[in-house]
């Protein structure tokens, strides 16, 4: 059963880094891509990065461009998320997902996802 565990949340201040990891978990993983979404309350779920697991090819929101990195390790089947520059509105649930699909920016394209780790900016 293919599974995916996020962790490296936590409190940072704003100007501050913080890195999230995503590990897939399973006897296959057959994921093409895998992203980052994040949700705060009363806000619907938001694409922040995807990669694509074979060619590298990245995809970023305009929210995050330029200060937040996706990348992949396909030996250890990770795909951490490294976020610089942060700001109280990146304060939210990120959440790892994968799709069989070549590369997609919205959640309904997914349907692996992680629990969730909280990320909070203090301003």
């Known amino acids: 059963q293919e599974q995916l565990v996020e962790s490296g949340g936590g409190l940072v201040q704003a100007g501050g880094s913080l890195t999230l990891s995503c590990a897939a978990s399973?006897?296959?993983?057959?994921?093409?891509?895998m992203a980052w979404f994040r949700q705060s309350p009363g806000k619907e779920r938001e694409f922040v990065a995807a990669?694509?697991?074979?060619?590298?090819?990245?995809y970023y929101a305009d929210s995050v461009k330029g200060r937040f990195t996706i990348s992949r390790d396909n030996a250890k089947n990770t795909a951490p998320l490294q976020m610089n520059s942060m700001k109280p509105e990146d304060t939210a649930v990120y959440y790892c997902?994968?799709?069989?699909?070549?590369?997609?920016?919205?959640?309904?394209?997914?349907?692996?996802w992680g629990q969730g780790t909280q990320v909070t900016v203090s301003s």
């Open positions: 399973g006897r296959t993983f057959s994921r093409r891509a």
């Open positions: 990669i694509n697991w074979s060619t590298g090819k990245t």
């Open positions: 997902a994968a799709t069989v699909r070549l590369i997609a920016t919205t959640p309904s394209a997914y349907d692996l």
